[in-house]
């Protein structure tokens, strides 16, 4: 049954706003025999609620890729009211203690099951309207990569969210050819590709700036992402801080359906998905419909794939 359906059948949506250390993580999505972040959560829904099957299931943002930590991820799932009602009534024998919401409640029991798990923080879970959808109803997804170049602070603590890099990097030069990729472009010469899965998309902003460490960030934001085309994006401006790859060249890699040589994907743990922004509430259900609709380019050379996964 579509997730809209099931709502109007008087089901209940929880927003969960988490973060994560994807350092231990095979990624986001449940995968056999591997630990995902999505498994953890949802093995932990299904202790909070063993005796009201079926267990929901997480929809998610950005399903980032293995070793990719998260700040801001967001997800979302549904309840039937008797699952919702058995987390809110008050147990029998507890005393007269005063009812909670059931986002503190959902926030509290299934906290309790994960504090086992340190390297995954639950930050909120929030009663939404059935038009929310945590994937298709985001207007933009933000993601952060780190590199410490020989002019940045080395920390050993921040070792396993930032990528070490030997030589300097010219700062200006990698700035100048991010500027170049923002826009609405089909994307294929920076993901991977998938069956099915569009490579259109709209980078609504990507700079790279120094820290108080001397740290260099690449800042990017789009409406949503392929796989794994953020580090991608960053593997070329690094190509062009190194001087191995003239900036100028970049947005032309647009019109190349082909994963090309010229730069690296840059490892996953310098990745960090910052934060997910969303429209107002009355505007939820028609951005997830508009969201799910063919992409294009506006030139009659392009044809517009079918609508894919976003990844981090």
């Given amino acids: 049954m579509p997730r809209a359906a099931n709502a109007a059948l008087g089901s209940t949506r929880i927003r969960l706003d988490l973060a994560y250390d994807g350092t231990d993580f095979t990624g986001w999505a449940r995968q056999p025999g591997f630990r995902t972040v999505q498994a953890d959560i949802e093995n932990g829904l299904a202790g909070i609620l063993q005796s009201f099957p079926p267990h929901p299931t997480l929809i998610v943002a950005g399903r980032t890729d293995a070793g990719v930590h998260a700040r801001g991820q967001v997800a979302h799932f549904d309840l039937t009211a008797e699952q919702a009602h058995?987390?809110?009534r008050i147990q029998r024998g507890t005393g007269n203690r005063p009812p909670v919401d059931l986002g503190t409640a959902v926030l509290r029991r299934l906290g309790g099951i994960l504090v086992t798990k340190p390297d995954i923080v639950l930050r909120r879970a929030t009663v939404v309207p059935g038009g929310f959808d945590a994937r298709f109803s985001a207007m933009w997804r933000r993601y952060e990569y780190r590199i410490a170049d020989p002019l940045a602070l080395h920390d050993p603590q921040q070792r396993l969210r930032t990528t070490w890099?030997?030589?300097?990097?010219?700062?200006?030069?990698?700035?100048?050819?991010?500027?170049?990729?923002?826009g609405l472009h089909d994307f294929a010469a920076y993901c991977k590709p998938r069956p099915g899965a569009t490579t259109i998309r709209t980078v609504q902003d990507f700079r790279?700036?120094?820290d108080d460490d001397?740290?260099?960030?690449?800042?990017?934001?789009?409406?949503?992402?392929?796989?794994?085309?953020?580090?991608a994006m960053v593997g070329a401006c690094v190509a062009v801080?190194?001087?191995r790859l003239d900036g100028s060249t970049l947005a032309h890699l647009h019109f190349d359906k082909h994963r090309i040589?010229?730069?690296k994907v840059m490892q996953a743990h310098g990745l960090?998905?910052?934060?997910v922004g969303y429209p107002d509430d009355a505007s939820l259900a028609q951005r997830a419909i508009d969201t799910r609709n063919r992409r294009s380019l506006p030139t009659s050379a392009q044809v517009a794939p079918t609508v894919g996964a976003d990844y981090g």
């Fill in 214 to 231: 001397g740290l260099i960030i690449a800042s990017i934001k789009a409406d949503a992402f392929c796989h794994s085309m953020v580090r």
């Fill in 272 to 275: 960090t998905l910052i934060d």
């Fill in 208 to 210: 790279w700036y120094r």
């Fill in 86 to 88: 058995s987390l809110v």
């Fill in 241 to 243: 801080g190194e001087g």
């Fill in 165 to 182: 890099h030997p030589f300097k990097l010219d700062l200006a030069a990698m700035d100048a050819a991010a500027a170049t990729l923002v």
């Fill in 261 to 263: 040589s010229e730069f």
